[in-house]
């Protein structure tokens, strides 16, 4: 087999035009690519325009928002279940403590 040698000068540049449109199909691809955001079940997006919230909540599923300026926060909105156990909110009445007062026991400064 016969070896072949490559000249740099061989190499032939793209022409200006060429790497214009590349440009332009990069930054419209970027800019696209922004301008949706998809908002999960369960979830709402707030609306923040260059840093501040907007008066704006957005719902599930595809939603437009400005490239750039705008970005959206999701915000878990689905009912959680409270983590406390019943035993122990009852634990006082029935380890004989009942002083005659019917009421629950709680905590201060969590159920005013």
Same mark, same amino acid.
């Given at each position: 087999m016969e070896e072949r040698t490559i000249d740099v000068g061989d190499? !032939?540049?793209p022409k200006?035009?060429?790497v214009g449109i590349l440009i332009l199909l990069i930054f419209i691809f970027i800019v696209g690519w922004g301008t949706f955001v998809i908002i999960p079940a369960g979830h709402r997006g707030v609306a923040l325009w260059w840093g501040s919230v907007e008066n704006r909540i957005m719902g599930e599923g595809l939603n437009f928002k400005v490239p750039i300026a705008e970005r959206v926060i999701k915000v878990d909105? !689905?009912?959680q279940p409270h983590p406390f156990r019943r035993s122990m909110l009852f634990k006082r009445i029935s380890d004989g403590?009942?002083?005659g007062n019917d009421e629950l026991p709680y905590r201060s400064g969590l159920c005013q």
């Open positions: 190499f !032939k540049l200006p035009r060429t909105v !689905k009912v403590e009942n002083d």
